[in-house]
């Protein structure tokens, strides 16, 4: 399966962010003035433009030395610059001035799942996700599950995912990736069920098929004999996604049989 990974940013404020000068100079404003720093930290680590994110995150040390938050943007930044060795530095740091640091844990666990440290991955995703109180937890789980998968463990990795659809029962990534999994473990009843929520998700909130939730369509209707929905999920992978691997996949398919 492909990885996804979701890093989970701050979120940033509307509009762009044009300047990099101090608007902060009232001392009793110094915690607002040092989340603003490290919010456009972030935004210029998003845009690549590393200097700017270097200047903010730099600041935000300033007003706080001891800032496990600074501390994680500053590896995330070391991370997007190939600097790992940094980056893990950085990310240790963060993680020793506040273990409940759970968005720079999610960072960390990120790198360490881009470095192939699975095992290490892993650890840190269960840690954040201990965290009851994280927005956007179900993510984590997603994250989990792919830690899983890449260790073989697709039994765990099922799990991960049924939790992440607890927290959020409309997740698309989950419902895809527990989807596929079912499948390919020969459990398509299972399967078809979760699919059928996707499709639903899809549906109501107006997204838009991807190539691998076609042709995970596609392979249910093939298990199940139903000619004419696999007719249409074919249809539309050929007109969406008329170059995808999923489409000379299934091109191979029909033109064996």
Known sequence: ?????????????????????????????????LQNYIQLGLAYIQRDDFEKARTNIGRALEIDSDSSEAYAALGLLYQQQAENRLAEKHFKTAMSLDAGNTRGRTFYASFLFRLERYDEALQQFELAGSDTDYPRRAVIFINIAQCYLKLGKNTQAVKAYEKALALDRTQPQALIGISQLLIQEGEYLKGQQYYNRMVNVIRSSGMTHSAKSLWLGIELARHFNDHGQESSYALLLKNLYPESQEYKQYRALKSNE
Do not use: H, Q, R
């Open 1 to 33: 399966m492909k990885l996804y990974l979701i890093i989970v940013f701050a979120l940033i404020a509307s509009g762009c962010v044009t300047t990099t000068d101090s608007p902060f100079s009232n001392k009793a404003d110094e915690s607002k003035a």
